[in-house]
């Protein structure tokens, strides 16, 4: 599978990916949609550092995208980023997850990244699964930690040392 920087003309098609699952599903806690200024920013803000913004699928019609960016504020976070991949419904099943998220990898292990962290979803043990496959390791689960559609929801938090 292919892989590639995201530049800025991507961001409605990302918006697109992104915001069906903001809307529609428990994947991601936040109820507020992304807008294409806001995701070509954060494509502008996440290149270099060992953070990366990239896409799969032609332009215009992406079939995913994954991000990385810090962790946490502060020095003592320098070296942890978190990770979000997110496909369309129709891209999956076809290794575009993993090539994304081994793209993330690579570029993090380029910015002399230690470790990147996943947030997921107690509602979304396949994201789990994907995430063990690709070497992450159970790192705790935060009761309660996010609400969406008027109730509580579990944060899984899965990381990889690199």
Same mark, same amino acid.
């Given at each position: 599978?292919?892989?590639?920087? @995201?530049?800025? !003309?991507?961001?409605?098609? /990302?918006?697109? /990916?992104?915001? %069906?699952? /903001?809307?529609?599903?428990?994947? *991601?806690? *936040?109820?507020?949609?992304?807008?294409?200024?806001? $995701?070509?920013?954060? /494509?502008?803000?996440?290149? =270099? +550092?060992?953070?990366?913004?990239?896409? *799969?699928? #032609?332009?215009?019609?992406?079939? =995913?995208?994954?991000?990385?960016? #810090?962790?946490? @504020?502060? #020095?003592?976070?320098?070296? *942890?980023?978190?990770?979000?991949?997110?496909?369309?419904?129709?891209?999956?099943?076809?290794? %575009? =997850?993993?090539?994304?998220?081994?793209?993330?990898?690579?570029?993090?292990?380029?910015?002399? $990244?230690?470790?990147?962290?996943?947030? $997921?979803? !107690?509602?979304?043990?396949?994201?789990?699964?994907?995430?063990?496959? @690709?070497?992450?390791?159970?790192? =705790?689960? $935060?009761?309660?930690? +996010?609400?969406?559609?008027?109730?509580?929801?579990?944060?899984?938090?899965?990381?990889?040392?690199?």
């Amino acid at each position: 599978m292919t892989t590639r920087a @995201a530049v800025t !003309g991507d961001a409605a098609a /990302i918006a697109t /990916i992104w915001n %069906r699952y /903001i809307r529609d599903t428990a994947v *991601t806690f *936040t109820s507020e949609e992304k807008t294409t200024a806001g $995701i070509a920013a954060d /494509i502008a803000a996440r290149q =270099g +550092g060992g953070m990366a913004f990239l896409v *799969t699928g #032609p332009a215009g019609r992406l079939a =995913g995208f994954a991000t990385s960016h #810090p962790f946490r @504020a502060g #020095p003592g976070y320098q070296h *942890t980023l978190e990770v979000t991949v997110m496909l369309a419904p129709e891209a999956r099943g076809q290794g %575009r =997850g993993r090539a994304l998220l081994a793209g993330l990898e690579r570029a993090a292990r380029g910015g002399g $990244i230690h470790v990147l962290v996943a947030g $997921i979803s !107690g509602e979304n043990p396949a994201a789990c699964d994907f995430f063990a496959a @690709a070497g992450f390791s159970p790192a =705790g689960r $935060i009761a309660q930690a +996010g609400r969406k559609f008027g109730r509580w929801m579990d944060l899984v938090v899965m990381q990889k040392t690199l």
